[in-house]
């Protein structure tokens, strides 16, 4: 069962104290990216939500230079993060660094002592069957198996 926390909404006269879910929030934030960058989150999520049916969705990092904050995808920690840039879409592993990689898939961030992450740019080609298999490597070092 996918828990999720839930935000209030900024009071507006048609939504006056609604709460929204953090899924909602990456819904919007797919919807206003209204591109390959949009399509790319939306379907890594799909994955990652494929790979970890228990995996819950948050949104992390909010602030006025960024608003819609950070998809975060967690289970028993953080696995992953997605944030959208003009050129990629970056994929981050809270943990990566401890991750074994067969498939090379990280190509980012690969200098630091523990987050790796992947960039997709505009027509990448993602290997579903390698990148399930990370994040299912990623839950279990998080749960500790």
């Known amino acids: 069962m996918k828990k999720m926390a839930t935000t209030k909404r900024k009071s507006g006269p048609s939504d006056a104290g609604e709460e929204i879910s953090p899924s909602e929030l990456i819904d919007a934030k797919i919807k206003e990216l209204n591109d390959w960058r ?39 920690g953080i696995i992953c993060t997605g944030e959208t840039y003009k050129d990629k879409v970056k994929l981050t592993f809270a943990n990566g660094a401890s991750l074994e990689d067969p498939s090379g898939l990280f190509n980012s961030s690969l200098e630091g002592n523990t987050r790796r992450a992947i960039d997709f740019h505009e027509g990448d080609q993602i290997d579903e ?13 998080n749960r500790g198996d």
Not at 58 to 75: F, I, L, M, T
Not at 129 to 141: E, H, P, S, Y
Request: net charge positive.
């Open 129 to 141: 069957g390698a990148l399930k298999a990370l994040i299912r490597a990623a839950v279990t070092l």
């Open 38 to 76: 949009g399509e790319m989150l939306g379907r890594l999520r799909t994955l990652i939500q494929e790979a970890d049916p228990d995996v819950v969705e948050q949104v992390k990092w909010r602030k006025p230079s960024n608003p819609a904050g950070v998809p975060v995808w967690e289970h028993a």
